[in-house]
């Protein structure tokens, strides 16, 4: 079964506009932990932000945030005031299984996002 | 800079073949693992290590093996290659904690003709 879902594949996107990158996970522990990481063109992998299972808060890192619904178990990335640089493929990922043996850290297939000028 | 070191960047080799990728995780990090990316596909985990013991394992294929020394360097050895294992292979490291993300190395990317 698939564990984390991202449902588009694609996104076009205009210059300055606020962006949202969907994320649904699915998971049976309490304690989990969830990522963002950018990929650009140029094929490293870059993280961006985190979010805890625990915290209350969303998390916030410069103009990505991160909206966390846990009833939903969804964890949206959104990017605020789009730039050109960040047209890339973006991935959410979670970290389950803490304090077991294997500790998994699980991909998603990612959604490929293009700012327009 | 992640800290993370993966060697070879580039590698071309024939069908049949067998290669090893190598990783140096970020200092302080005991866990390391490889993930494989095709072309446009997400990344597909491979295999955990911690402090040198394997941990979890993932769609990894049997002519593939791997190893964590004591130093915690990583190789990765794929055997018997195939057109199909060309790919970018990641090594992360991390510390074994929720909030700990994984640092990736730049990848090894693989071609096999």
């Known amino acids: 079964a698939q564990k984390i879902t991202q449902t588009q594949p694609g996104m076009f996107v205009q210059e300055k506009e606020a962006v949202t990158l969907d994320c649904t996970y699915d998971t049976s522990d309490q304690s989990y932990g969830l990522f963002w990481y950018k990929q650009p063109s140029s094929g490293e992998m870059i993280f961006l932000i985190y979010q805890g299972s625990y915290d209350e808060q969303n998390a916030t890192e410069g103009r990505y945030s991160l909206n966390f619904q846990k009833a939903r178990k969804s964890a949206n990335l959104v990017i605020s005031a789009s730039q050109l640089g960040d047209s890339a493929m973006y991935f959410c990922?979670?970290?389950?299984?803490?304090?077991?043996?294997?500790?998994?850290?699980?991909f998603g297939k990612g959604t490929r996002l293009h700012i327009l000028p | 800079d992640s800290g993370v070191t993966q060697t070879p960047k580039h590698l071309i080799t024939a069908t049949g073949q067998r290669v090893t990728l190598r990783c140096s995780p970020r200092s302080g990090d005991l866990s390391v693992y490889w993930y494989q990316q095709s072309l446009d596909q997400g990344l597909q985990f491979l295999i955990q290590?911690?402090?040198?013991?394997?941990?979890a394992k993932g769609n990894i294929l049997e002519r593939f093996s791997a190893q964590q020394f004591p130093d915690l360097h990583s190789e990765l050895n794929l055997s018997s290659l195939e057109l199909g294992d060309s790919a970018l292979y990641f090594c992360?490291?991390?510390?074994?904690?929720?909030?700990?993300?994984?640092?990736f190395g730049n990848g090894t990317r693989l071609t096999v003709t």
């Open positions: 990922a979670m970290r389950e299984g803490l304090g077991n043996r294997d500790d998994k850290i699980i």
């Open positions: 992360a490291s991390s510390v074994r904690d929720r909030g700990s993300p994984l640092h």
């Open positions: 290590y911690y402090n040198g013991e394997e941990r």
